[in-house]
C-alpha cells in the first residue's frame, strides 16, 4: 500500500487534536470518579436542612465544621483508632519482613523443592478465604483469642500474604545476579545480601508491599466483624459500621465519620503513590 | 568447627556438596515464616474443615457426626444455598464482563503519552482504595430515593425516581454500578500489560499500513490476551466472594435479592452457629470457583496468545 505523504504541519495538527481529544475524556472520566468523594465531603459539612432538600446542594451554606467533631466524640473514635492502629503497625512491619524474606527465598537462592514450595504458595490465592475462615475461628475461639487482636495479628505476618512474596519474588528476579556473587565471594551471608544489598535496591516493592499491606488491614471489616465484639476492642470499620445503625438518620455525622475514615488512606496512598503504581507496572507482571 | 563437621556429615549422607547443603537451608530458613503460616493457617485448618464438613457443631456442645447429611441438605432442602447461588451467579455475570471492558477503556486512557498522567493515574486509582465501610455508606447515600445522587441525574434526565436498594429489581444493578467505581486495579494491572507491548511490533504494523483500529486488534489485543484472561480469572473469583456490599449495605435484602453466597455461609457460621454446615457451604463454594476457572481455561485458554515477548 503507498504511504500518502502527510505535510509535517498536518501531521502536528493531527497529533495536537488527538492529545487533547484524550485529555478531555481522561478529565471526563476523572470527574466522574472523583463526584461521589466530592458528594461525601460535601454531605460531610452540611446541617440537616440542608442535607434533606431536592434537588441537593453542592456547596454548603454556612458550612458545619462542627459536624467533624460531633462525629468523632459520638462514639469513641479515639479508641477505635488506637485499636486499628495497634493491629495495622505490627501487621505491616511482620508482613513487609516475612514476604520479603520469602520472595528473597524463591528469587535468589537455588535449593531443592523451590519450585514446588512456590507452586503452592501460588495455588493458595485462588482459596476462597471463607474455606479457612471457618476452622481458623474455631482454632482461635478455642485458644481464648476471640475479643483479642491476636488472630488479626499473627496469621498475616506468618508469610506475609502470598501475592506478596510473589511481588517480592519478581522485583529481586530483575535486580543482577553480578551484585549477589560478588559480595558472596567477599564473604558476605545470605542474609546479609538480603539485608545490605537486595533490601536497599528495592524501595518500590517494599512501599507496594506496606502500601497494600496498610490498606488491606487499616480497611479490613470481615476480620474484625468476626473476633471483635467488645466494644472497647472495636476497629475503626467496624465502630464505623456499627454507626451506621445507631445513627441511621443523621446522615451528615456517617458522612464526616466515613471522610474521617478515609483521609488517612488518602494521604499514604498519594505520599507513596509514585513508588506505588510505578511498583505494579514493573513487578506487576512480569515473567507471569 | 563442630557446625561445619555436621555439615560435611550430613552433605555425604544426602549426596549433595556441602555449598548446596548450605544453600538449601538457607532457602527453606528464607521461606519458614511462610510455611509455618500455611501449615498452621492454609493446610491445616483445610483438613480439619473437611472433618467438620460431616459434623453438626456449634463449637459450644461436643460435635456431632452426620456423614453427608450437611451435603444433603444443600442441595435438596436449603432453598436459600441455591438462592445465594442464583444471586452470585448473577452479580458475576454482569459485573466481570463490565469491569474487564471498563477497566481496558481506561488503561488504554491512562497508557497515552499526554501531560499530568500521574495525577490521573492516581485520581483512577483512587476510589478502589476507599475503606468498604466508608464506600458502603457514602453509596447508600447515592442511592437515597429522595435526595440521592443518582435520581438527581435521573431527574435531570427526565427519568423516573428508582428506589434502588428497596427494590429487588434494581438492587443488583445499583451494586453493577458501585462495582465500576472500583476499576482502578484492574486497569492498572492492564496498564501494566500495554506498557511491556514491544513497540517494534507497532512500528512494523505501520509500515504494513494498518491503521490504529486494525494496530489494535491485531496487535493490541493478541499480545494483551493473557492479561484479559488474568483479570477474568481474578474477576470471577472475585466476585463470588463478595460479603461486605450485601452485609452491610443491603443485609441481602430486598426480599434476599442480594443473600450473597459467602454472607449466607457467614450467617450460618457465626450468627446461626452451625459450623460444621457453614464449612460444607465453602467448600461447595471452593468446588464451584474451581470448576468455573477450569471451564474458562479450557474454552479461552487455546486462544490466548503467549507471544515471545
Given at each position: 500500500?503507498?504511504?500518502?505523504?502527510?505535510?509535517?504541519?498536518?501531521?502536528?495538527?493531527?497529533?495536537?487534536?488527538?492529545?487533547?481529544?484524550?485529555?478531555?475524556?481522561?478529565?471526563?472520566?476523572?470527574?466522574?470518579?472523583?463526584?461521589?468523594?466530592?458528594?461525601?465531603?460535601?454531605?460531610?459539612?452540611?446541617?440537616?436542612?440542608?442535607?434533606?432538600?431536592?434537588?441537593?446542594?453542592w456547596i454548603p451554606n454556612p458550612v458545619q465544621w462542627g459536624n467533624y467533631p460531633r462525629a468523632l466524640t459520638v462514639l469513641p473514635f479515639a479508641r477505635y483508632?488506637?485499636?486499628?492502629?495497634?493491629?495495622?503497625?505490627?501487621?505491616?512491619?511482620?508482613?513487609?519482613?516475612?514476604?520479603?524474606?520469602?520472595?528473597?527465598?524463591?528469587?535468589?537462592?537455588?535449593?531443592?523443592?523451590?519450585?514446588?514450595?512456590?507452586?503452592?504458595?501460588?495455588?493458595?490465592?485462588?482459596?476462597?478465604?471463607?474455606?479457612?475462615?471457618?476452622?481458623?475461628?474455631?482454632?482461635?475461639?478455642?485458644?481464648?483469642?476471640?475479643?483479642?487482636f491476636k488472630p488479626l495479628i499473627i496469621p498475616p505476618i506468618c508469610g506475609g500474604g502470598a501475592f506478596n512474596v510473589f511481588l517480592f519474588r519478581q522485583?529481586?528476579?530483575?535486580?543482577?545476579?553480578?551484585?549477589?556473587?560478588?559480595?558472596?565471594?567477599?564473604?558476605?551471608?545470605?542474609?546479609?545480601?538480603?539485608?545490605?544489598?537486595?533490601?536497599?535496591?528495592?524501595?518500590?516493592?517494599?512501599?507496594?508491599?506496606?502500601?497494600?499491606?496498610?490498606?488491606?488491614?487499616?480497611?479490613?471489616?470481615?476480620?474484625?466483624?468476626?473476633?471483635?465484639?467488645?466494644?472497647?476492642?472495636?476497629?475503626?470499620?467496624?465502630?464505623?459500621?456499627?454507626?451506621?445503625?445507631?445513627?441511621?438518620?443523621?446522615?451528615?455525622?456517617?458522612?464526616?465519620?466515613?471522610?474521617?475514615?478515609?483521609?488517612?488512606?488518602?494521604?499514604?496512598?498519594?505520599?507513596?503513590?509514585?513508588?506505588?503504581?510505578?511498583?505494579?507496572?514493573?513487578?506487576g507482571l512480569k515473567g507471569m | 568447627m563442630?557446625?561445619?563437621?555436621?555439615?560435611?556429615?550430613?552433605?555425604?549422607?544426602?549426596?549433595?556438596?556441602?555449598?548446596?547443603?548450605?544453600q538449601t537451608v538457607v532457602g527453606y530458613a528464607f521461606i519458614s515464616p511462610g510455611i509455618f503460616g500455611i501449615t498452621c493457617f492454609l493446610l491445616g485448618p483445610m483438613i480439619f474443615s473437611l472433618w467438620l464438613c460431616l459434623t453438626k457443631w456449634d463449637i459450644v456442645t461436643p460435635p456431632q457426626f452426620v456423614g453427608l447429611q450437611n451435603f444433603q441438605t444443600m442441595l435438596r432442602g436449603d432453598e436459600f444455598f441455591w438462592l445465594s447461588l442464583w444471586v452470585t451467579l448473577k452479580y458475576t455475570i454482569v459485573a466481570v464482563p463490565l469491569n474487564l471492558v471498563a477497566a481496558f477503556a481506561v488503561a488504554l486512557l491512562l497508557n497515552a503519552n499526554v501531560k499530568g498522567m500521574p495525577i490521573f493515574r492516581t485520581l483512577y486509582y483512587l476510589p478502589s482504595i476507599t475503606p468498604a465501610v466508608a464506600s458502603v455508606m457514602l453509596w447508600r447515600w447515592i442511592f437515597n430515593t429522595d435526595f440521592g445522587l443518582l435520581n438527581l441525574l435521573f431527574q435531570t434526565l427526565g427519568l423516573p425516581k428508582i428506589h434502588w436498594l428497596f427494590d429487588p429489581g434494581w438492587v443488583m444493578p445499583a451494586l453493577w454500578l458501585m462495582g465500576l467505581w472500583g476499576v482502578g486495579p484492574t486497569a492498572i494491572i492492564y496498564l501494566a500489560g500495554l506498557q511491556g507491548v514491544p513497540r517494534q511490533l507497532y512500528e512494523a504494523a505501520e509500515i504494513d499500513g494498518a491503521n490504529g483500529w486494525s494496530k489494535f486488534w491485531n496487535v493490541t489485543m493478541p499480545m494483551m490476551s493473557p492479561v484479559i484472561f488474568f483479570n477474568l480469572v481474578m474477576g470471577i473469583i472475585g466476585t463470588f466472594q463478595v460479603f461486605t456490599a450485601g452485609y452491610l449495605m443491603t443485609g441481602g435484602g430486598?426480599?434476599?435479592?442480594?443473600?450473597?453466597?459467602?454472607?449466607?455461609?457467614?450467617?450460618?457460621?457465626?450468627?446461626?452457629?452451625?459450623?460444621?454446615?457453614?464449612a460444607a457451604l465453602a467448600w461447595v463454594l471452593f468446588l464451584i470457583i474451581l470448576v468455573l476457572t477450569v471451564l474458562v481455561f479450557r474454552s479461552m485458554g487455546s486462544r490466548v496468545f503467549y507471544g515471545e515477548a
Open positions: 500500500m503507498a504511504q500518502v505523504a502527510v505535510s509535517p504541519a498536518v501531521y502536528a495538527a493531527r497529533r495536537f487534536v488527538g492529545r487533547a481529544l484524550v485529555w478531555v475524556v481522561l478529565g471526563a472520566g476523572a470527574l466522574l470518579m472523583m463526584v461521589p468523594f466530592l458528594w461525601l465531603i460535601s454531605c460531610s459539612l452540611k446541617d440537616v436542612s440542608q442535607l434533606w432538600v431536592f434537588p441537593p446542594i483508632t488506637l485499636n486499628t492502629l495497634t493491629i495495622t503497625i505490627p501487621v505491616l512491619v511482620g508482613t513487609v519482613l516475612t514476604a520479603s524474606m520469602g520472595g528473597y527465598g524463591f528469587a535468589k537462592i537455588e535449593f531443592p523443592g523451590r519450585e514446588l514450595f512456590f507452586m503452592l504458595f501460588l495455588a493458595t490465592m485462588m482459596l476462597p478465604g471463607i474455606v479457612t475462615m471457618i476452622p481458623v475461628f474455631i482454632l482461635f475461639s478455642k485458644l481464648g483469642w476471640v475479643n483479642t522485583f529481586f528476579r530483575t535486580i543482577p545476579e553480578e551484585l549477589s556473587s560478588a559480595a558472596r565471594i567477599d564473604g558476605c551471608s545470605e542474609f546479609g545480601i538480603y539485608r545490605r544489598i537486595i533490601l536497599p535496591l528495592s524501595r518500590p516493592a517494599l512501599t507496594t508491599v506496606a502500601i497494600f499491606t496498610f490498606l488491606a488491614t487499616w480497611n479490613d471489616f470481615m476480620g474484625p466483624l468476626i473476633y471483635l465484639n467488645a466494644d472497647a476492642r472495636k476497629t475503626i470499620a467496624l465502630g464505623l459500621a456499627g454507626f451506621q445503625g445507631l445513627y441511621n438518620t443523621e446522615w451528615e455525622l456517617l458522612m464526616a465519620a466515613s471522610a474521617a475514615m478515609t483521609i488517612p488512606v488518602v494521604i499514604v496512598f498519594f505520599l507513596a503513590q509514585r513508588y506505588f503504581v510505578e511498583g505494579i507496572v514493573m513487578t | 563442630l557446625k561445619d563437621n555436621l555439615l560435611l556429615k550430613t552433605s555425604r549422607i544426602l549426596h549433595m556438596s556441602p555449598r548446596r547443603l548450605r430486598p426480599q434476599n435479592s442480594t443473600l450473597f453466597y459467602v454472607l449466607y455461609t457467614f450467617r450460618n457460621a457465626f450468627q446461626w452457629l452451625k459450623m460444621g454446615y457453614a
